[in-house]
T-cell receptor
Framework: KAGVTQTPRYLIKTRGQQVTLSCSPI?????VSWYQQTPGQGLQFLFE???????NKGNFPGRFSGRQFSNSRSEMNVSTLELGDSALYLC????????????FGPGTRLTVL | GNSVTQMEGPVTLSEEAFLTINCTYTATGYPSLFWYVQYPGEGLQLLLKATKADDKGSNKGFEATYRKETTSFHLEKGSVQVSDSAVYFCALSDKGAQKLVFGQGTRLTINP
């Protein structure tokens, strides 16, 4: 069974632009969560989706948004990029919301110049 | 709110040495506890978990015991290998919830 895939793996943007990152969960997994990883703040929860509904949201500004499609694939969008948005964005999927075992993708490395 | 504190790194050991990485947590209720490992250029992999007090999670020679009285979940391995070099994260989540709260990570380097 294929693992969690994230595209693109690397991205370079400039301040003020917007970006969309994509995550395809493991086949059959319906829950998708997103995390931001930076050297200064570590790993921080962004949001969680299940059956196309956002179940939980972390403490990030409204520039960060996401969605989930009927096939469980998820996208996250960051608008008006700032230098501080440079990070590794990790997606994780799990079978159900009550199953705490999450499987992580390799991440998308976003660099904002 | 919930939080996780890990011992400061980096940690450097010789092959076959004993490893302990300390992890303590603050949470309401009875969270599930996890150790994740991140190898260079990769995402996180679940190493082990424990869901209730006194549970011991184990995998690949690593162990951790859920200690509610000391709110701790220390990671141990009796004999480390060079291939264990990675960053280790302690994490927790509320029961039935997916949101993980992570510690700051501990970089482990094993020298041959």
């Amino acid at each position: 069974k294929a693992g969690v895939t994230q595209t693109p793996r690397y991205l370079i943007k400039t301040r003020g632009q917007q970006v969309t990152l994509s995550c395809s969960p493991i086949s059959g997994h319906r829950s998708v969560s997103w995390y931001q990883q930076t050297p200064g703040q570590g790993l921080q929860f962004l949001f969680e989706y299940f059956s196309e509904t956002q179940r939980n949201k972390g403490n990030f500004p409204g520039r960060f948004s996401g969605r989930q499609f009927s096939n469980s694939r998820s996208e996250m969008n960051v608008s008006t990029l700032e230098l501080g948005d440079s990070a590794l964005y990790l997606c994780a999927s799990s079978l159900e919301v009550t199953n705490n075992e999450q499987f992580f993708g390799p991440g998308t490395r976003l660099t904002v110049l | 709110g919930n939080s996780v504190t890990q011992m400061e790194g980096p940690v450097t050991l010789s092959e076959e040495a004993f490893l302990t990485i300390n992890c303590t947590y603050t949470a309401t209720g009875y969270p599930s506890l996890f150790w994740y490992v991140q190898y260079p250029g990769e995402g996180l992999q679940l190493l082990l978990k424990a869901t209730k007090a006194d549970d011991k999670g184990s995998n690949k020679g690593f162990e951790a015991t859920y200690r509610k009285e000391t709110t701790s979940f220390h990671l141990e391995k009796g004999s480390v290998q060079v291939s264990d070099s990675a960053v280790y994260f302690c994490a927790l989540s509320d029961k039935g919830a997916q949101k993980l709260v992570f510690g700051q990570g501990t970089r482990l380097t094993i020298n041959p």
